[in-house]
């Protein structure tokens, strides 16, 4: 497998960024794979404020005591669909079921619950940037018997 591939695999990046990468980090992966990252990351705020008109409702019941319904937004239903989105969308809904934050606000603050060293909000933004469009967590319902 080469480098492109292996990076792009990776990311999920396209294969024309992460020849550039690899380029501009003089074939060393581990450096493309940061270059990646950052750009992503400027991309993904460069899409903040755009409008988030489609997306999925996820649910997760947990034991049977705890279930989650969770409203998660994109820009477009190409991405709501694609499975690097729902696959979000349900780890959010264990983070809820799991940490019972009140607010959309106070669930982006919280550490994630797979990774202590991000935050919710950095997990969003990395979808954000591996997908190319905006993700906006819209409201959520936890209930707990």
Same mark, same amino acid.
């Given at each position: 497998?080469?480098?492109?591939?292996? %990076? #792009?695999?990776? $990311?999920?990046?396209?294969?024309? &960024?992460?020849?550039?990468?690899? &380029? *501009?980090?003089? !074939? *060393? /992966?581990?450096?493309?794979?940061?270059?990646?990252?950052?750009?992503?990351?400027?991309?993904?705020?460069?899409?903040?404020?755009?409008?988030?008109?489609?997306?999925?409702?996820?649910?997760?019941?947990?034991? !049977?005591?705890?279930?989650?319904?969770? &409203?998660? #937004?994109? =820009?477009? *239903? /190409?991405?709501? @669909?694609? *499975?690097?989105?729902?696959? %979000?969308?349900? =780890? +959010?809904?264990?983070?809820?079921?799991?940490? @019972?934050?009140g607010t959309v606000d106070e669930l982006l603050a919280e550490?994630?619950?797979?990774?202590? !060293?991000? $935050?919710v909000h950095d997990v969003v933004k990395s979808a954000m940037?591996? +997908? !190319?469009? @905006?993700? #906006?967590? @819209?409201? /959520? $319902?936890?209930?707990?018997?």
């Amino acid at each position: 497998m080469n480098s492109v591939q292996k %990076l #792009r695999e990776a $990311t999920g990046a396209g294969v024309m &960024d992460c020849k550039r990468a690899l &380029d *501009d980090a003089k !074939g *060393d /992966f581990a450096a493309a794979l940061k270059l990646i990252e950052e750009r992503g990351h400027a991309k993904a705020a460069k899409r903040a404020d755009r409008e988030t008109g489609a997306g999925v409702l996820e649910s997760y019941i947990h034991q !049977g005591r705890v279930g989650v319904l969770l &409203d998660l #937004r994109s =820009e477009t *239903d /190409f991405v709501a @669909n694609a *499975d690097p989105f729902r696959a %979000l969308a349900h =780890e +959010l809904a264990m983070q809820i079921a799991a940490m @019972n934050p009140g607010t959309v606000d106070e669930l982006l603050a919280e550490p994630y619950i797979k990774d202590a !060293g991000m $935050t919710v909000h950095d997990v969003v933004k990395s979808a954000m940037a591996k +997908l !190319g469009e @905006n993700i #906006r967590v @819209n409201r /959520f $319902t936890r209930y707990e018997l």
